[in-house]
């Protein structure tokens, strides 16, 4: 059976997986980025959780983080339209099919990355967070 935490992080996953781009969990970053940009998600931080008594519960803000990266000639408009897809699939379904109270991503962190012999890469790490609530911090 899986965890809360885990069931939330693979929904997410699924979510960004019907996106153009190649979604990831996990993984490094491969030797060539598809065309239409590639999405790692990151399992994050669950963080220190807010406990209420009776019953008892733990409220967690876990931030999770999604690598975007595009390589391609036209890279900001594609990086835009790949960080803007990513935020509309969030927003149609804040509950993640009612596993979580809300789901949030915040700006993206933009960068340049320089490849010898190849167009440069634009990557940004987007952070996302996650509100749920779960009645033992292991499961």
């Not at 590639?38 to 409220?59: M, Q, W």
């Not at 979580?100 to 190849?118: F, I, K, T, Y």
């Not at 634009?122 to 033992?136: E, F, Q």
């Amino acid at each position: 059976m899986l965890t809360v935490r885990e069931t939330i992080l693979t929904a997410l996953h699924v979510r960004l997986a019907v996106l153009p781009a190649t979604a990831l969990r996990g993984d490094v970053l491969p030797e060539r980025v598809p065309t239409a940009g590639l999405l790692i998600l990151r399992d994050g931080e669950p963080g220190e959780p807010e406990v209420t008594l009776s019953p008892l519960a733990y409220h967690y803000q876990h931030r999770a983080e999604i690598e975007a990266v595009v390589q391609c000639t036209d890279r900001d408009v594609a990086f835009d339209t790949l960080c803007a897809s990513v935020g509309a699939t969030i927003a149609a379904d804040r509950t993640l099919g009612g596993l979580c109270d809300w789901v949030e991503a915040e700006a993206p962190r933009p960068v340049d990355l320089a490849v010898e012999g190849a167009a440069n890469l634009k990557a940004a790490v987007i952070p996302v967070v996650l509100h749920y609530s779960t009645a033992d911090p292991l499961a």
